[in-house]
């Protein structure tokens, strides 16, 4: 995909932050006239050594009130995307598209009561945007936070995630926060330690939240890997909780990253 000069800008790189051998995060600047909900994504670009860019889209990581702008990805083996971003130091630069985009965002639903958001691997990244953005709290009497990936290690940004709690400005709101990591390839403490669709099927994931899931309260986003969110869409539906589309309101949200 090739972008035109003029809808995109470069930013600068400030912040490199390895967490594994093949997920890290990124800060950059930000130019003053973007804009994005939270919840949204933005197209990336790196510049090859042969002067072609690269373009994939990512969720932002940052609230819309931030200064900078925050990414966590993943690396992909040999993907021509992620070989190119994860070589890039600070002070290096970063295309960022002028316009933000994408549809997983609060105005999916028009009323609900709980909100279930549901991210794997670097799918947790709209999530932590919404979390550090006013209006979701205010929304929701609850919000229960399902982060998966398969090794604790790879449970990015805890500080944030058990950080909310302490936030004054929110502090009216926390108690309606639930956060359930869950691991899936070993036994880790503090975590469920199952793939989301065994939770759902075993009814451990609505003990854990203390919540049980219904079409007239329960609203879900789910972002990240195809397949788990198919097979989890499948089990919704089954229980009459369905997409939400504009001609038809419903209880689920959903982003696919492949
Ligand atoms: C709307 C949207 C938002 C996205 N946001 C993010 C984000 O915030 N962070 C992020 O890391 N990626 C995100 N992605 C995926 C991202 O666009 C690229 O696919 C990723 O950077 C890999 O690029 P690549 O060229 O190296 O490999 P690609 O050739 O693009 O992908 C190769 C294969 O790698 C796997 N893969 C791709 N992305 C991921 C991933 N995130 N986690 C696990 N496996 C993956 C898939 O099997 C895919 O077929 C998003 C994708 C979409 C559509």
Redesign the pocket.
């Known amino acids: 995909m090739s972008v035109s000069e003029e809808k995109f800008t470069r930013q600068t790189l400030l912040e490199v932050q390895t967490l594994t051998p093949s997920?890290f995060t990124l800060r950059t600047t930000r130019d003053a006239g973007f804009r994005f909900r939270a919840g949204q994504?933005v197209?990336?670009g790196v510049e090859k050594a042969d002067g072609s860019v690269?373009w994939?889209?990512?969720?932002?990581?940052s609230a819309p009130h931030d200064e900078h702008l925050e990414?966590?990805?993943?690396?992909?083996p040999?993907?021509?995307?992620?070989?190119?971003?994860s070589r890039l130091r600070v002070g290096d630069t970063l295309l960022v598209e002028k316009m933000a985009?994408?549809y997983?965002t609060l105005d999916r639903f028009v009323d609900g009561w709980d909100l279930w958001l549901l991210g794997?691997?670097?799918?947790i990244?709209?999530f932590l945007s919404m979390l550090q953005d006013f209006e979701v709290w205010e929304r929701f009497e609850r919000i229960v936070l399902v982060y998966s990936a398969r090794s604790l290690d790879e449970l990015a940004y805890q500080p944030m995630i058990h950080g909310f709690a302490e936030l004054e400005h929110l502090a009216e709101y926390t108690h309606k926060l639930t956060y359930l990591p869950v691991v899936t390839r070993e036994q880790a403490p503090g975590c469920l330690n199952a793939r989301i669709t065994d939770l759902l099927d075993s009814g451990e994931l609505e003990r854990a939240a203390g919540l049980e899931l219904t079409p007239e309260h329960s609203r879900l986003m789910i972002?990240?890997?195809p397949q788990m969110i198919d097979d989890i869409r499948q089990r919704l539906k089954a229980r009459n909780l369905n997409l939400s589309l504009t001609r038809r309101p419903g209880q689920v949200a959903v982003?696919?990253?492949?």
Do not use: M, Q
Not at 78 to 85: A, N, P
Not at 255 to 258: A, G, K, L, R
């Open positions: 997920l994504f197209r990336l690269v994939r889209a990512y969720s932002l990581v990414f966590f990805s993943i690396v992909v040999g993907g021509e995307f992620t070989s190119e971003l985009t994408g997983l794997s691997g670097t799918g990244a709209p972002c990240g890997n982003e696919n990253y492949w």
